[in-house]
């Protein structure tokens, strides 16, 4: 069974941390990214990971976020650091299967984070 699935969200306090994870089964993929969307605002790219392990981050959270996979699990993980409440939004995760991929074949069911002042 094709498979995306979303955990880790929660409420935390300025300051703090939380760790997403996304974990896909059934299919092999090339490059996840982690968006966010938040209320009334246009959806950002957060960061991006391939299968090698190779990264890339938005300006916003550099410095504060970082990505990593397990490749045996087929899963990736956003660790997010230093939260601040502009953080707040709903993270999803999306896989590309090949470097040939132009969308995103699969997107995660969401995941709420609320960063409180």
């Known amino acids: 069974q094709v498979q995306l699935v979303e955990s880790g969200g929660g409420l935390v306090q300025a300051g703090g941390s939380l760790r997403l994870s996304c974990a896909a089964s059934?299919?092999?993929?090339?490059?996840m990214d982690w968006f966010r969307q938040a209320p009334g605002k246009e959806r950002e790219l957060v960061a991006r990971i391939s299968s090698s392990g190779s990264t890339n981050y938005a300006d916003s959270v550099k410095g504060r976020f970082t990505a990593s996979r397990d490749n045996a699990k087929n899963a990736v993980y956003l660790q997010m650091n230093s939260l601040k409440s502009d953080d707040t939004a709903v993270y999803y995760c999306?896989?590309?299967?090949?470097?040939?991929?132009?969308?995103?074949?699969?997107w995660g069911q969401g995941t709420q984070v609320t960063v409180s002042s």
């Open positions: 059934g299919f092999s993929w090339y490059a």
């Open positions: 999306a896989a590309k299967l090949s470097v040939f991929s132009f969308e995103y074949d699969y």
